[in-house]
């Protein structure tokens, strides 16, 4: 087989631009090209790898000799090496082997750029490219309202290896999932899905939050091209596609980004910065220019060649502080003395900038559990750029709370209204996640108080107190139909409760709340913004009731909220409205038979002349056992 042929995908310019960290196309030069040169057929295959000696591609093709195809070092400076090797086709399996010049090391890797990799355990990356036929034009050219803060975002987490599996117990392919998932998603009415991560990862109980393969979806269930027609058929559905991305940080396996070219390449060479004590991982080099332009060009790369809409950033506290998991003496301040990491910070501007820059109908929402300020804020105020949050100081405050036996909740209610003191100044998703039914956490249905009735009761009012709440919401799968077991990423979801009435009545009433949300502008158009939120009452402590309205643009579809976190139903309860006239009708009551409630009815009478809650009128009402009553 001929050897390596001299060959370039890159201009002057574009390694200008890789210098200089701005290159945010990078998958298009680097990593493996199939092409055709001078009327031969091939592959041009591109790496950077400044601190080798020399760079072979092997792989079955050669016989995994690393003299046969020795690409071509770049004069300028760069680090890259390249070539074109004949009659290299779509389909070879490959590595690089690099030979430093740092003390001689040998590293076999696989290509960072690489598009589909090897079933794990398999590690070698995959020469790959084939045309995909996009339906979902009407999607993406509306794309701008469905993805806009004024809108609704209700979001199914899917871990996708564990949702549903087949008869064998195998995992489902990308195009099963396309038409069992999309179905259900749509079914539903969730707006969008969060897949925990898919690009390609060595260990399964890793999550996919371990990656190895950034430019690549896992091959666990196919090729790229059935993932596309997974996100296809969602656009197709009217449902959004959020995609989990890990900038934090990457595993120590041998044919990953560590030690790539025998020197700390991608990895901040220092330990204090460049390893993560808890996961026994290594920390992306922030203020190195290749690295940025690596991690940039990748986010950049799924919202461009897979249509994603949103990225949720993971782990950005983890990023955002120099002492985060060290204990003293294992960190250094920065040059102000402070703990903040300054190249870090920088990194999540400029990645929020180029992302809004390029794609200004997505969002990018970020998993921070800090105080740390104005991380929705835009760049040009400060802030850090994300489109939102999540609020995950509202998530434990309320199951906190929730877990507690009614008897003491009156004793507690601040744990519920605490969240109101700051609810607006992030644009925030209340998540209840993956992490919250797992290692002993129990899953949510579990961590109610009470009896089996009791526990359901207080699910489906969790639940109902969530999508009123002002803000986006998010719940994991199993969530939906009150799984009783913790997650498992080994095995599907628990479908078979479904069956069982109290199970098939939490997944109706997540079906009418995300019909409800969707539906009433006034849980949506001012989700972010105080206006869209008044206290009716939030100091009934003794009666565990809190009332509130929800408000749009045009306040005569306000929504109003009544909640009571006991089991003793609240009957002749006065609420006091703004409106001086009419009937108020029940949107929702979570205590409905249909839900797997008692079914007391809510009995709203009519508008009365009687002051209360600082208002001039007051309706009377029924608020039963355990329940969110929703009424306009």
């Known amino acids: 087989m001929p050897h390596v042929t001299v060959y370039s995908l890159f201009s002057e310019f574009d390694i200008n631009l890789f210098k200089s960290g701005k290159h945010y196309r990078l998958y298009e030069k680097l990593g493996s090209h199939p092409m055709e040169l001078n009327g031969v057929k091939g592959t041009y295959f591109a790496v950077w790898a400044p601190s080798a000696r020399s760079v072979s591609v092997v792989g079955n093709f050669n016989s995994w000799n690393d003299s046969e195809h020795m690409l071509n070092v770049r004069w300028d400076g760069s680090g890259i090496y390249e070539g074109f090797i004949p009659e290299v086709g779509v389909g070879e399996i490959y590595k690089y082997k690099i030979f430093s010049n740092n003390h001689g090391a040998v590293t076999e890797k696989a290509d960072p750029f690489a598009r589909y990799s090897e079933h794990p355990p398999r590690t070698a990356s995959i020469v790959w490219r084939r045309d995909y036929d996009w339906q979902d034009k009407d999607w993406m050219d509306k794309r701008k309202s469905k993805n806009a803060l004024d809108t609704p975002f209700s979001v199914y987490e899917v871990h996708l290896g564990s949702w549903k599996r087949n008869a064998n117990g195998d995992f489902l392919s990308y195009e099963e999932l396309s038409e069992d998932l999309v179905s259900y998603v749509k079914e539903m009415g969730f707006t969008h899905v969060e897949f925990m991560p898919i690009m390609e990862y060595p260990y399964d109980p890793s999550w996919g939050y371990q990656l190895t393969g950034y430019f690549a979806p896992t091959s666990r269930f196919g090729d790229p091209e059935g993932f596309k027609l997974l996100v296809d058929k969602m656009h197709q559905a009217g449902v959004g596609v959020i995609l989990d991305w890990v900038p934090s940080h990457f595993p120590e396996d041998a044919h990953g980004l560590g030690f790539f070219d025998g020197s700390h390449l991608y990895e901040h060479p220092d330990r204090r910065k460049g390893y993560h004590p808890d996961w026994k991982s290594l920390i992306f080099n922030y203020g190195r220019n290749e690295v940025r332009a690596f991690l940039i060009s990748n986010a950049i790369f799924w919202l461009d060649q897979f249509h994603a809409d949103a990225l949720r950033v993971d782990a950005v506290a983890s990023m955002l502080y120099l002492d985060y998991s060290r204990e003293e003496g294992e960190w250094e301040p920065n040059m102000y003395g402070n703990n903040e990491n300054l190249e870090a910070l920088s990194f999540i501007r400029e990645f929020n900038e180029a992302v809004y820059g390029m794609f200004p109908d997505v969002q990018t929402i970020a998993e921070e559990s800090t105080a740390f300020s104005g991380v929705s804020k835009p760049v040009m105020y400060g802030g850090l750029g994300f489109g939102m949050k999540w609020m995950m100081g509202w998530m434990h405050d309320t199951l906190q709370y929730f877990k507690k036996e009614p008897v003491y909740r009156k004793h507690h209610q601040n744990d519920l209204t605490f969240s109101m003191t700051y609810a607006f100044t992030e644009n925030f998703m209340l998540p209840f996640s993956h992490d919250e039914v797992v290692y002993g956490k129990k899953s949510l249905v579990y961590r109610m108080p009470g009896d089996e009735w009791q526990r359901f009761a207080n699910l489906r009012l969790l639940f109902g107190y969530m999508f009123t709440h002002p803000g986006t919401n998010l719940i994991f799968m199993g969530g939906e139909f009150g799984q009783t077991s913790e997650w498992n990423f080994q095995k599907s979801l628990e479908w078979d409760l ?68 006991t089991p003793v139903p609240r009957e002749n309860y006065k609420v006091g409205v703004p409106k001086t006239s009419g009937k108020f009708k029940v949107i929702l009551n979570s205590d409905d038979k249909k839900y797997g409630g008692s079914g007391m009815n809510s009995n709203i009478s009519s508008i009365k002349k009687t002051p209360w809650h600082g208002r001039e009128q007051s309706v009377e009402m029924t608020i039963p056992p355990l329940s969110i009553v929703i009424f306009e």
Not at 521 to 530: T, V
Not at 542 to 556: A, C, E
């Open 498 to 565: 479904t069956q069982y009435e109290v199970h098939s009545g939490i997944q109706e009433l997540i079906k009418d709340l995300n019909a409800t949300y969707r539906g009433k502008q006034a849980l949506y158009e001012k989700q972010f913004s105080p206006d869209g939120f008044q206290w009716i009452d939030y100091g009934d402590h003794q009666n565990s009731v809190l009332t509130y309205i929800r408000r749009g643009h045009d306040t005569k579809n306000d929504i109003y909220v009544a909640c009571n976190f």
